[in-house]
């Protein structure tokens, strides 16, 4: 399988040494790649979009022609995506920065930097549906207002910090900075998940 990060700025490093410890884990099969123009987004089986700026991420992303074609991948279904911090921000149906226009692939609002000062870092200890006790590391939030239709996989003060919709894993906290491998990995299996799906679905997508 093949994991593309987009790969501008933010934790690029963090998620590909991440996956390439879970490759060597499984006996290799995981190709990591970033993701910089629209070539680089074929045959990718899944996308991450990591932490970091998320108005510089977006303009980069729209700059270089990749937006769109993100959208359509992941809106049809067969490629997840998992956006961290930042990247969630972007995966977001809305944000309440006019400079940031969410991807409207998971059904949440989010409010950037929504800690507030005081808590702009925060290690919190999580209890995340399907994956346990987790300590989550958490540098200047967004905030999860409104969690529409997505499923709500762990709080944090009574607010969503991770949640999926379908093909999409949203979270506002950053799995590539702590060694702990859960998170990339019960990701990875959303992709497996999705490859035996697919297949058999677009055999009938190409000769309808
Ligand atoms: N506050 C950042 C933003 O709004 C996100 C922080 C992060 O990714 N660590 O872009």
Redesign the pocket.
């Known amino acids: 399988m093949k994991i593309g990060i987009v790969g501008f700025q933010?934790?690029v490093e963090e998620h590909i040494e991440m996956l390439e410890k879970i490759s060597i884990k499984r006996g290799r099969g995981i190709d990591v790649i970033r993701i910089r123009k629209r070539d680089d987004l074929d045959g990718v089986s899944g996308i991450i979009i990591?932490?970091?700026?998320?108005?510089?991420?977006f303009k980069l992303i729209q700059e270089y022609g990749i937006y769109d074609e993100i959208r359509r991948m992941v809106k049809e279904g067969k490629v997840p995506l998992m956006g961290?911090?930042?990247?969630i921000?972007i995966a977001s149906r809305n944000t309440n920065?006019p400079r940031?226009k969410g991807m409207d692939l998971i059904d949440i609002e989010i409010e950037?930097?929504g800690y507030g000062r005081q808590a702009e870092s925060f290690i919190q200890e999580i209890d995340i549906n399907g994956i346990g006790k987790y300590t989550a590391v958490?540098?200047?939030?967004?905030v999860i207002e409104n969690s529409g239709s997505a499923e709500i996989m762990g709080k944090v003060r009574d607010k969503p910090v991770i949640v999926r919709e379908e093909n999409v894993l949203g979270l506002t906290f950053?799995p590539e900075l702590t060694d702990d491998t859960r998170i990339h990995e019960y990701f990875i299996k959303m992709i497996e998940r999705e490859g035996s799906i697919s297949s058999g679905a677009s055999a009938v997508g190409v000769m309808a």
Do not use: K, L, Y
């Open positions: 933010g934790d990591p932490g970091g700026e998320s108005t510089t991420i961290t911090c930042a990247g921000i920065d940031v950037r930097n958490f540098i200047r939030a967004p950053h």
